[in-house]
């Protein structure tokens, strides 16, 4: 479920690249917070993905 997450993050992330401006902001947070879960992640052994 993590994963999914992750991956729904990101494409918000790039959908927010391509649509309007004002949405950016959010979107970036958005990106900060699905790097922050994979480093956990990472740190903590498991798979990034």
Do not use: C, D
Request: hydrophobic residues 70%; without cysteine; proline residues 2%.
């Amino acid at each position: 479920m993590l994963e999914t997450l992750v991956v729904l993050l990101v494409l918000f992330w790039l959908l927010g690249m391509v649509s309007a401006y004002t949405m950016g902001g959010f979107i970036h947070i958005l990106l900060v917070v699905a790097v922050v879960v994979v480093l956990v992640r990472v740190i903590r052994g498991r798979s990034p993905l």
